[in-house]
Each structure stands twice: as structure tokens, then as C-alpha cells.
């Protein structure tokens, strides 16, 4: 007998405030969460020995009651798949969600649409385009709680997992991918589902996850839409200031004289920084919540401001425009300081009480409690950086020393800046994959940063880029909504197009096979 206890899921809605943040995507910038909320219980309880329901709630800070036709579940998965020392066999708690509202089940070979969890709790990452498309197909939905984040913890604890380099070492993209292939194909048996396609789902990271599943395990997965997944930001695949370059396009487009104040910014801060009283008059100016004790503290917080308006530059709340209409919507008077605090008081971090708070944002910390941290001192080495002439910020060069040394005093351990294409594949990519890989979407929307980094062309007839001009990060894998613009729909629909020929491809051949037995 198994005992269950429902797990409590946070929802967000589509806000400023359902906007999660967290320093841990990259060193330059925030990743943000956009999660919509539908949260959803489920009718079928699928048992077997190594699946019961979790007997913990969530670690978020505001749980609320289980959302319908959502269930999370802990499943039993191997610490170390790539060993067989005898603590290799050691196993964790892996947090995983079902949705069954519109599976037809296992005998019709309907799909199961697995969201490949990132670097955060995978209750945050619930909802969006991928429940369109299981209504849409009478798919199932799998979500999978990346391992180190979220309830996921090897070890038992997040003080235990984070203790040392030794405990943390089994934090890898090559461990969760097989955390992911391994729980998906006991789902599967255990479902009795074994021929039923299956199509991963991811953003960001984890979008990078979704195709780098279908490429090592192509046998468990039938195809991948990956969106906003830069494979390319490795080695000297994308130029170091693409990230920072598209930022600035972004603004130079909406309006040249609000990108030439935001340029012409950072010498003024310093300037009045640098003068008797001048953190006092610059904590006064942009209204700051504690006196500033450096000028750099508020240029990194105002960089943040504008990478992310630009990462997040969406429909309807389209950030860019908002930043840049403050900047100069100011009387022709207002010297530039005040029209860029007028910027930051209209920004996602701005304008939310009587004061700003200022982020403790650093470019080139780290932390030993941070499991992205981690991820980025091993093998999430992404070279982004740019010179004083290149963006509209100051010079702030990738140096790969610099992120060695405090890699080394933070973890104890060194980079691997080679290691993601070596895995992985990336240079050449359009040979390489094209021999290699098939059945994978790569989308994106180019006024998302994270596009340079990108794969904008086809590389084959089932390799494929999918991209708008107007989007930014992740956009297609928001929930449809009746406002949705027209470039956005046939994007979508694009996606849905290939997905569907996808999945009548693979249960053709699997009638087939059938026959032939």
C-alpha cells in the first residue's frame, strides 16, 4: 500500500508581479518566470513502486490549494547514471506533475507532452502553449522538476545537496537528461503507454534541454520544441556582445533619442558620483530605498532594467516602449539623470512604491547556494560580453580568468568552457545536424536577446527555425489568448503544423510495424 498526499502549486498570473525573478540565468542578466496560472487534479493515479504522490508541500512562499486536473508526484530516480562505484546507485526524490484532463490514453497512441523543467521549481513553470497543444491533440502532460531545484534535492536537503563540490557534483545538463529519459520510459510502462509519442516542451534552458533530449535519446523522445534555446551562446560560435547588441537594437529601434540618453548615462552617474555628496545626490534622484554606497551598484541595477525590458519586450506589456516613453515623455528641461530615473520608474523593477529598491546584483559574483551558480562555473560557460562601442552600456568584456578565479574560491572547481559542444555538438551546426538530428523546432523571437545565440535557419526539412521579428524570449510558449497578434498565431500554428505531422509520422510507422509482426 501506498500512502498520497497532494502536493500544494503555486500560480501566477500573467502580471508584473507574476513575473518571478531570479539571478541565475547567466551572468549578465535575470531570468524571469512568466508563468500563467491554470492550475489544474488529476482522475488517474498511476502507482507503481517507484511512483507515489510527494508527502511534502512545496518550498515557494505562498502555497495555495491544488489546482484541478494537476497532480505532483515523487518519483525514485538514480543519483549518478553515468557510474557504477556502489554511491552511484544512491537515489533522490524527483518532483514530477501529471495533467490527464485530455489524454485519450495509451490505446489510442495519443502523446505525452513532457515540459523539460530548468533551473527553477518546476510548480513555477506549469501552464502555457504546451496545454494548448495537449487539448488540442488529447495528449498527456509531463512536467519533470530539473534535479537541485525546486523539491528535487539529492542528499535530501538543499543544505545537504549545496554542502561541497562533492555533493554538488551531480548537477550536470547530462544527469538531468537522464533523469528525464529514465522517468519518462518507466511513465510510459507504468501507463502502459509504451506507444505513445513523445514530444518535449522548453524555454530558455530549458528549451535547450528539450533538444538536446531529442538528440541523445531519440528512441524515447519523437520530437522537441525548443524555444529561446541558445545552443549556439558556446565557445566562439555567437559573438560575445550579441546578447547586449540585440538589447540595444531593441531600443535604438523604438526611439534613437531614448537609446542615445541610456548611452550617454553612465559617464553622467559617474560623473556626479565622483563629486562631494554625489551617492547622496544620486540615491535622491532615482528615489532609491537605501542611500547608494557606489555608483557601479546602480549602472548594474539600470543595465538589469533594460536587458530585461528588452528579453521581455512582449505583447501587451511591451517594457521597451514603456522605459523608453518615460525617458522621453519628460519636459525638454529634465537633464538626463531625471529622464532616466523617469525610465526606471516605469520599468518591471520600478515604480512599485514610494521608493526603488536597488538590487545587490553583482555581474561576476557567486554563490555556493546557488545550484545555477554551479551550473555556470562547470559547463553552462556562455561567453557574453561586449566592449564600450559596440552597446549602447559601458565596456564589460567576457573574461574567462576572471570567472575561473572566483569559480575556483567559490566551489573549488574549474570551468569547462569547451564542454557544452564537445557534448553537445555546435560548430558547423548546420552539417552536424543535419546528418544527425531530426524532428526538432527551434524558435524564437529576434528581439529577444538570447536570439543571437540561437538557430535561425533550417537545417533540414525536419530540423527546423521558427522565429517572428516581433517577439522576444519565449513568447510562443505563453497560454493563446483572443489578443494575441497575428504574427504570434502563425507562429503558434506553424508549430502546431509540424508537431501534428510529427505525431501522424510516428503512429503511422508504429501501425505499420504492427502489421508487419
Not at 531570468?31 to 489544474?40: D, H, K, N, P, S
Not at 528512441?219 to 522537441?224: D, E, K, R, S, Y
Not at 520544441?225 to 546578447?243: H, K, R
Not at 557544452?420 to 523571437?445: C, M, P, R, W
Amino acid at each position: 500500500m501506498f500512502r498520497f498526499k497532494l502536493i500544494k502549486l503555486n500560480c501566477f498570473h500573467s502580471s508584473k508581479m507574476g513575473l518571478q525573478f531570479s539571478f541565475q540565468l547567466l551572468l549578465p542578466i535575470l531570468l524571469l518566470l512568466w508563468v500563467t496560472a491554470i492550475c489544474v487534479s488529476a482522475t488517474y493515479s498511476p502507482m507503481s513502486m517507484r511512483f507515489h504522490r510527494t508527502k511534502s508541500v512545496t518550498k515557494t512562499d505562498s502555497l495555495v490549494d491544488p489546482p484541478p486536473n494537476f497532480v505532483a508526484y515523487n518519483y525514485t530516480q538514480t543519483l549518478d547514471h553515468f557510474n557504477y562505484k556502489p554511491e552511484s546507485y544512491a537515489t533522490f526524490q524527483q518532483k514530477y506533475v501529471f495533467n490527464f484532463k485530455y489524454w485519450g490514453g495509451p490505446n489510442t497512441s495519443s502523446p505525452i507532452f513532457v515540459y523539460t523543467g530548468a533551473e527553477a521549481p518546476i510548480t513555477l513553470q506549469i501552464d502555457g502553449f504546451i496545454v494548448d497543444l495537449a487539448s488540442r491533440f488529447n495528449g498527456l502532460l509531463l512536467y519533470i522538476e530539473h534535479r537541485y531545484y525546486g523539491d528535487s534535492m539529492p542528499f535530501g536537503s538543499e543544505d545537504e545537496a549545496f554542502q561541497n563540490s562533492s555533493t554538488f557534483g551531480y548537477l550536470s545538463s547530462t544527469q538531468a537528461l537522464a533523469d528525464y529519459a529514465q522517468l519518462i520510459t518507466d511513465v510510459k510502462k507504468n501507463l502502459s503507454a509504451e506507444n505513445c509519442p513523445v514530444i518535449a516542451v522548453g524555454g530558455s534552458y530549458g528549451g535547450m534541454l528539450a533538444s538536446w533530449l531529442r538528440l541523445k535519446y531519440p528512441h524515447i523522445v519523437t520530437g522537441a520544441l525548443a524555444s529561446s534555446a541558445p545552443i549556439l551562446y558556446f565557445d566562439d560560435i555567437t559573438p560575445q556582445n550579441g546578447y547586449h547588441v540585440v538589447v540595444t537594437n531593441d531600443f535604438r529601434e523604438h526611439s534613437e533619442s531614448c537609446y542615445n540618453t541610456i548611452k550617454q548615462s553612465w559617464n553622467e552617474i559617474d560623473r556626479v558620483g565622483a563629486i562631494a555628496n554625489g551617492l547622496q545626490d544620486l540615491s535622491r534622484i532615482f528615489s532609491t530605498c537605501s542611500p547608494l554606497d557606489s555608483t557601479q551598484k546602480l549602472k548594474d541595477h539600470l543595465s538589469l532594467v533594460y536587458v530585461i525590458s528588452a528579453q521581455y519586450d512582449n505583447p501587451p506589456e511591451n517594457w521597451v516602449s514603456k522605459v523608453c516613453s518615460a525617458i522621453d515623455g519628460n519636459p525638454q528641461e529634465t537633464d538626463i539623470l531625471g529622464r532616466v530615473a523617469a525610465g526606471l520608474n516605469a520599468s518591471l523593477l520600478g515604480g512599485g512604491g514610494p521608493c526603488n529598491h536597488i538590487s545587490n546584483f553583482r555581474r561576476n559574483n557567486k554563490s555556493n547556494t546557488s545550484a545555477w551558480d554551479w551550473q555556470t562555473c562547470t559547463e553552462m560557460v556562455m561567453p557574453i560580453g561586449h566592449g564600450g562601442n559596440d552597446t549602447m552600456f559601458q565596456a564589460w568584456p567576457f573574461d574567462l580568468n576572471n570567472l575561473t578565479r572566483t569559480c575556483q574560491a567559490v566551489f573549488g572547481v574549474t570551468p569547462r568552457p569547451h564542454w557544452i559542444t564537445t557534448e553537445f555538438g555546435g560548430h558547423d551546426i548546420k552539417s552536424v545536424l543535419g546528418k544527425f538530428a531530426s524532428n526538432i523546432i527551434f524558435s524564437n523571437g529576434l528581439r529577444d536577446p538570447y536570439s543571437a545565440g540561437g538557430v535561425l535557419q533550417d537545417i533540414s526539412d525536419t530540423v527546423v527555425a521558427v522565429y517572428t521579428n516581433e517577439g522576444a524570449h519565449c513568447l510562443d510558449l505563453s497560454s493563446s489568448s483572443p489578443s494575441d497578434p497575428d504574427w504570434l498565431v502563425a507562429q503558434k500554428d506553424k508549430e502546431i503544423k509540424i508537431i501534428q505531422f510529427w505525431i501522424a509520422e510516428y503512429n503511422a510507422r508504429h501501425r505499420t510495424t504492427e502489421k508487419l509482426n
